[in-house]
């Protein structure tokens, strides 16, 4: 049997890929540390899927365990999220974010080519673009970038090119995602921060579930409509049938490919809040703080390469992704927490 392995598969992209992933019978290992995820999870994904996925609770920088990992199974393709993801925490820990993450997939792919696993998704970010001078922003953008984080990201894709420039056998799908929210539409899994959350919506829906007394606003000054930065968010389903089309286009070309993933369309920080305000009924108070080092005003997806080369495009609207998110969190005060 061949196998996709899929690292940081029990976080909240990972966990929804999964699902896709085996319902078009793909075999599929999970190898998790679980440090910012948890594995309450798997029985979910199970339920769900009505299959059940391998899982290994492990670090993508033990080689040994990686080894015996590829040694025991046979594995055609990595789907490779598994990496810390914290703006502001990467600003102030840079050291852990470049261990983990860069040192971490250069561990991964030396793996790889030993045992001549030679295709990857890599789950990038639009981060790689740092501040565009224009919008929307396509794949042949500028890289640069505004903190380690998104260094570590950019570094990562580096190193993936330049390893595929140097043995054909490679083929590298780069994916540069926005800011992915929603949940599955189940209600059953969604995303769940470890600690506060980093990212907006799962913030907003915190202090809906009664969990935060309020959100902050990082700054009102930016030079978008209302003063707040602007992102193109994105449905997480929408974001896990990209992967599995991008491991589908895995077969059918050598090389490496860079996709944009987002709508297209950009929603400031207030947007969200009174669209899910309007959508659930729920207050959602908030103050207006500094900003936080390394954002950005504005950033949206221009992502119609992925649309003619993948043929993939986003379908879910803003509406969906703030009531889908908020069954998640109304049915799941504490996250996993509640079934652990």
Same mark, same amino acid.
């Given at each position: 049997?061949? !196998?996709?392995?899929?690292? @940081?598969?029990? @976080? ?6 999964? /699902?896709? %992933? ?7 290992? +999970? ?50 999220? =598994?990496?810390?993801? =914290? ?16 040192? @971490?997939? +250069? ?8 045992? @001549?696993?030679?295709? +990857?998704?890599?789950? $990038?970010? =639009?981060?790689? !673009? ?72 799962? !913030?907003?829906?915190? &202090? #809906? ?6 959100? $902050? ?9 209302? *003063? ?12 896990? #049938? #990209?992967? &599995? ?12 490919? /860079? ?6 369309? *950009?929603? $400031?920080?207030?947007? +969200? ?23 950005? #005003? ?6 119609? %390469?992925?649309?003619?080369?993948? *043929? ?9 992704? %703030? ?18």
């Amino acid at each position: 049997m061949k !196998y996709t392995l899929v690292t @940081g598969g029990t @976080g909240f992209i990972g966990s929804h890929t999964v /699902i896709q %992933l085996l319902a078009q019978e793909r075999a599929v290992i +999970i190898l998790d540390n679980l440090s910012n995820s948890s594995r309450a999870v798997l029985p979910r994904i199970s339920s769900l899927s009505k299959k059940e996925p391998l899982f290994v609770e492990g670090d993508i920088r033990d080689k040994a365990l990686l080894e015996s990992l590829f040694e025991q199974y046979e594995i055609e393709s990595v789907v490779h999220f =598994a990496g810390l993801k =914290a703006v502001g925490e990467s600003t102030e820990k840079p050291l852990m974010y470049y261990e983990n993450n860069v040192w @971490g997939t +250069i561990n991964l792919c030396q793996v790889m080519a030993r045992f @001549g696993c030679k295709s +990857i998704v890599f789950s $990038s970010s =639009a981060t790689v !673009y740092g501040d565009p001078a224009s919008v929307p922003i396509k794949e042949d953008f500028p890289t640069s970038t505004t903190n380690p984080y998104g260094a570590s990201k950019l570094m990562v894709e580096n190193i993936l090119q330049d390893l595929q420039a140097s043995d054909p056998k490679w083929k590298v799908i780069l994916l540069r995602y926005f800011n992915p929210i929603g949940a599955h539409k189940s209600g059953q899994i969604g995303e769940d921060p470890a600690d506060i959350p980093n990212n907006l919506l799962p !913030y907003v829906t915190q &202090v #809906a579930v009664g969990k935060l007394a309020q959100l $902050s606003v990082f700054g009102d000054d930016y030079p978008t409509h209302d *003063g707040t930065g602007v992102r193109d968010y994105i449905h997480v389903e929408d974001l896990a #049938a #990209a992967h &599995v089309c991008a491991v589908d286009k895995l077969t059918e070309f050598s090389g490496t490919k /860079i996709f944009n993933l987002g709508t297209g369309t *950009g929603y $400031s920080v207030l947007d +969200i809040v009174k669209t899910f305000e309007q959508v659930t009924g729920e207050k959602v108070p908030y103050s207006i703080t500094p900003r936080r080092p390394g954002d950005i #005003a504005e950033c949206f997806a221009d992502a119609s %390469l992925a649309r003619t080369e993948l *043929g993939w495009h986003a379908t879910r609207g803003l509406e969906e992704m %703030l009531e889908d998110a908020w069954r998640w969190q109304s049915q799941n005060p504490n996250g996993y927490a509640d079934s652990e």
